[in-house]
């Protein structure tokens, strides 16, 4: 267990609805990650959150959105769902960005669009 | 723009026949070179932070080196529990913290 939680593990959904991942950092982990991680593209990274307040954006679509809660825990809402956007979204997570221990990975949730 | 290129896409490996992994990378200003292991379904679980050139650093039969345009993942007389897909990432030193990966390595040791 590496401290970081996902929920769901597994979710199956049809084209055009809506989804909420949820994702619980290590304990003491101020900034939360999400990735997106498909079969043809590595590791993308999608957002991130820091105590809070978003961070930083990469290659997140408008239909996708995320929030970091004052417990930390974070979600990510994934609207309008396409058959594209099956794939696993991982959630990590770190202790600040002063230190670089590297990120701590969830188990990630995989998603499937039918 | 960041870049990481790993190659081979996929090595197989007797077991105990050693050999060394690949990741070259494009930055601006790199602040760290990350390692990590992913198993199939699961989450990437880290390894190494290389932050300069000519580091090196070990861990059981995985040891990780760094110049300035690559970093070398050795695997010394590997078992078939080594078996995984290896991820290289690179973290820029300025600006946000994010992890620009690289496509892996697929590993595979044959008993």
């Known amino acids: 267990d590496s401290g970081v939680t996902q929920t769901p593990k597994h979710l199956i959904t049809a084209t055009g609805q809506r989804v909420t991942l949820r994702c619980s950092p290590r304990?003491?982990?101020?900034?939360v990650y999400w990735y997106q991680q498909s079969l043809d593209q590595g590791l993308q990274f999608l957002i991130q959150?820091?105590?809070?307040?978003?961070?930083a954006k990469g290659n997140i679509l408008e239909r996708f959105s995320a929030q970091q809660f004052p417990d930390l825990h974070s979600e990510l809402n994934l609207s309008s769902l396409e058959l594209g956007d099956s794939a696993l979204y991982f959630c990590?997570?770190?202790?600040?960005?002063?230190?670089?221990?590297?990120?701590?990975f969830g188990s990630g949730t995989r998603l499937t669009v039918v | 723009e960041d870049q990481v290129t790993q190659s081979p896409e996929a090595l197989r490996l007797q077991e105990g026949e050693s050999s060394s992994l690949n990741c070259s990378y494009t930055?601006?200003?790199?602040?760290?070179l990350f390692w990590y292991r992913q198993d199939p379904g699961k989450g990437p679980e880290f390894l190494f932070t290389?932050?300069?050139a000519g580091e090196e650093k070990e861990k059981e039969r995985l040891k990780a080196t760094l110049t300035k345009k690559e970093s070398f993942l050795h695997i010394t007389a590997p078992k078939p529990e080594d078996s995984a897909t290896y991820l290289c990432?690179?973290?820029?030193?300025?600006?946000?913290?994010?992890?620009?990966f690289g496509t892996g390595t697929r590993l595979t040791i044959i008993p």
């Open positions: 290389l932050y300069s």
């Open positions: 304990s003491g982990d101020l900034s």
């Open positions: 990590a997570s770190s202790v600040n960005r002063d230190r670089n221990y590297g990120y701590t």
């Open positions: 930055v601006s200003g790199l602040r760290g």
């Open positions: 990432a690179v973290q820029e030193n300025f600006g946000n913290e994010k992890l620009t």
């Open positions: 959150y820091y105590n809070g307040e978003e961070r």
